[in-house]
C-alpha cells in the first residue's frame, strides 16, 4: 500500500537558518509528489510539484525539493527561514485509483520560527 | 478569484445534531473531494465526486453524506453528529483525473461537537 512518511513532527529553527523537512514515500511505480504548506487558521496551498524530469524542483516562496529515487525520498528545502514561514507542511503523493486522482498525506511537520 | 470557498468557516453543534457543509469551486474543476483533518493524522479522504452526478467513498465515510448538487458545489451532510466528528474539514477540487495535477483546498470549516 502507498504510504508517506514525514519522520520530523515537530521542528524548530531560528530565523535566517537553513531549513530541511524530510518526506518518505512508499509507491511502487514513478510517483507523481507534491509538498503543500497549511498556515494558521488556512487552508492547504501548493508549494510545488514534481511529476518528471529534474529531480530538484523549485517552488514558490524561496522553497525547493529535491527527488531521490534510490532513497524514496522528496525533502523539502529552503536555504534562510523567514518568521513567516512557521506553518504546518504536508508531502503527498498523488496517483490514480479507481479512476479518481488520489492523494496520499503524509502526517504533516510544524515548523516554529525563533527570531 | 475565489477557488474553493467553503462555509460555514466554524461551527458547534450538540451532540446529534445535524448539518451541512457548503463547497463550491469556480474553476470549472470536475473532480471535488472532501476530507477531514485531525492532529497528527494529516487529511483523510471522506468522500469524492470524480465527476458530476457521481460520487464515492473515501478512507472515512461512516457517518458522512455527500451530494454532487451540480459540476460547482459539493456538500457534506452529517445526519448526526457524534463528538469523534469534531475535526477541521476541507473541500478540494481538480480539473481531471490525471495524477500529476494538484488539488485546490478550501479554508477548511471548523467543526466542533459537544
Given at each position: 500500500?502507498?504510504?508517506?512518511?514525514?519522520?520530523?513532527?515537530?521542528?524548530?529553527?531560528?530565523?535566517?537558518?537553513?531549513?530541511?523537512?524530510?518526506?518518505?514515500?512508499?509507491?511502487?511505480?514513478?510517483?507523481?509528489?507534491?509538498?503543500?504548506?497549511?498556515?494558521?487558521?488556512?487552508?492547504?496551498?501548493?508549494?510545488?510539484?514534481?511529476?518528471?524530469?529534474?529531480?530538484?524542483?523549485?517552488?514558490?516562496?524561496?522553497?525547493?525539493?529535491?527527488?531521490?529515487?534510490?532513497?524514496?525520498?522528496?525533502?523539502?528545502?529552503?536555504?534562510?527561514?523567514?518568521?513567516?514561514?512557521?506553518?504546518?507542511?504536508?508531502?503527498?503523493?498523488?496517483?490514480?485509483?479507481?479512476?479518481?486522482?488520489?492523494?496520499?498525506?503524509?502526517?504533516?511537520?510544524?515548523?516554529?520560527?525563533?527570531? | 478569484?475565489?477557488?474553493v470557498?467553503?462555509?460555514?468557516?466554524?461551527?458547534?453543534?450538540?451532540?446529534?445534531?445535524?448539518?451541512?457543509?457548503?463547497?463550491a469551486q469556480d474553476m470549472?474543476h470536475?473532480?471535488?473531494?472532501?476530507?477531514?483533518?485531525?492532529?497528527?493524522?494529516?487529511?483523510?479522504?471522506?468522500?469524492?465526486?470524480?465527476?458530476?452526478?457521481?460520487?464515492?467513498?473515501?478512507?472515512?465515510?461512516?457517518?458522512?453524506?455527500?451530494?454532487?448538487?451540480?459540476?460547482?458545489?459539493?456538500?457534506?451532510?452529517?445526519?448526526?453528529?457524534?463528538?469523534?466528528?469534531?475535526?477541521?474539514?476541507?473541500?478540494?477540487s481538480?480539473?481531471?483525473?490525471?495524477?500529476?495535477?494538484?488539488?485546490?483546498?478550501?479554508?477548511?470549516?471548523?467543526?466542533?461537537?459537544?
Amino acid at each position: 500500500a502507498q504510504s508517506v512518511t514525514q519522520p520530523d513532527i515537530h521542528i524548530t529553527v531560528s530565523e535566517g537558518a537553513s531549513l530541511e523537512l524530510r518526506c518518505n514515500y512508499s509507491y511502487g511505480a514513478t510517483p507523481y509528489l507534491f509538498w503543500y504548506v497549511q498556515s494558521p487558521g488556512q487552508g492547504l496551498q501548493l508549494l510545488l510539484k514534481y511529476f518528471s524530469g529534474d529531480t530538484l524542483v523549485q517552488g514558490i516562496k524561496g522553497f525547493e525539493a529535491e527527488f531521490k529515487r534510490s532513497q524514496s525520498s522528496f525533502n523539502l528545502r529552503k536555504p534562510s527561514v523567514h518568521w513567516s514561514d512557521a506553518a504546518e507542511y504536508f508531502c503527498a503523493v498523488g496517483r490514480i485509483s479507481g479512476g479518481y486522482n488520489k492523494l496520499i498525506f503524509g502526517a504533516g511537520t510544524r515548523l516554529a520560527v525563533h527570531p | 478569484n475565489a477557488g474553493v470557498t467553503q462555509t460555514p468557516k466554524f461551527q458547534v453543534l450538540k451532540t446529534g445534531q445535524s448539518m451541512t457543509l457548503q463547497c463550491a469551486q469556480d474553476m470549472n474543476h470536475n473532480s471535488m473531494y472532501w476530507y477531514r483533518q485531525d492532529p497528527g493524522m494529516g487529511l483523510r479522504l471522506i468522500y469524492y465526486s470524480a465527476s458530476e452526478g457521481t460520487t464515492d467513498k473515501g478512507e472515512v465515510p461512516n457517518g458522512y453524506n455527500v451530494s454532487r448538487l451540480n459540476k460547482r458545489e459539493f456538500s457534506l451532510r452529517l445526519e448526526s453528529a457524534a463528538p469523534s466528528q469534531t475535526s477541521v474539514y476541507f473541500c478540494a477540487s481538480i480539473e481531471g483525473p490525471r495524477g500529476n495535477q494538484p488539488q485546490h483546498f478550501g479554508d477548511g470549516t471548523r467543526l466542533s461537537i459537544l
